[in-house]
Each structure stands twice: as structure tokens, then as C-alpha cells.
């Protein structure tokens, strides 16, 4: 009944740019912190960003900082992860997952997982 489903994902050379869609479904945004997490080959599933229902309050990791924006649209109840100058090592599925209201300390908390999107940096 809840879902989020993640889009946008692709080939990309270093250095450029993409934006990844999670779109929900079965509930509103307007309730919910959404999370972006990435899992690479031979690599555990970490944390890569997250945005509060209505804080305001936004969270990404050290290694993103400066490179990737997320951001929400209610209006299309969708939460976007823009990645910019792109690295080989940010090749992973990544994958959105959904909280209510604020951003948790550990990923076991979140629910209503997507299918993940693959992104591929490389040359």
C-alpha cells in the first residue's frame, strides 16, 4: 500500500551530473522524512542523504557534502537527490526509503523501501 519508487538512475562519465526521483505513493510526503541510501558491490548499504517532513532539516554524508542536493515537492510527492561532479565511486543502487516526520539515527528505523536505481560513473 506504501511504496516509493526510485527513477533516474544511468551512465554517467566523471565529473558529470544526475538527478534521481523518489516518487511515493499510498501516503503523502507532507508526513514523512525520506531517505537516500546507496549499497556498492562488496560494500555495505549506507546513508547518503535525508530530508524532514517539515523541519526543514537536512542530513548528508561527509563523503556527498558539497556535491549532492536533496530537496522535496510536495506538490508532485516526490523527493529529489541531485548529484553533481559525479565520481566513479559513487557507483551503488541507491535506493530511497521512508520515516515519519524526521530523519532517524539508524537505517533499521526507515520503511516502505524502493527497488533501488543503479548509477554507474565511469568513463
Known amino acids: 500500500q506504501v511504496q516509493v519508487v526510485e527513477s533516474g538512475g544511468g551512465l554517467v562519465q566523471p565529473g558529470g551530473s544526475l538527478r534521481l526521483s523518489c516518487a511515493a505513493s499510498?501516503?503523502?510526503?507532507?508526513?514523512?522524512?525520506i531517505g537516500w541510501f546507496r549499497q556498492a558491490p562488496g560494500k555495505e548499504r549506507e546513508g547518503v542523504s535525508c530530508i524532514s517532513s517539515s523541519d526543514g532539516n537536512i542530513y548528508y554524508a561527509d563523503s556527498v557534502k558539497g556535491r549532492f542536493t536533496i530537496s522535496r515537492d510536495n506538490a508532485k510527492n516526490t523527493v529529489y537527490l541531485q548529484m553533481n561532479s559525479l565520481k566513479p565511486e559513487d557507483t551503488a543502487v541507491y535506493y530511497c526509503?521512508?520515516?515519519?516526520?524526521?530523519?532517524?539515527?539508524?537505517?533499521?528505523?526507515?520503511?516502505?523501501w524502493g527497488q533501488g536505481t543503479q548509477v554507474t560513473v565511469s568513463s
Open positions: 499510498g501516503f503523502t510526503l507532507d508526513y514523512y522524512a
Open positions: 526509503a521512508a520515516h515519519h516526520y524526521y530523519c532517524p539515527g539508524l537505517m533499521e528505523d526507515f520503511g516502505s
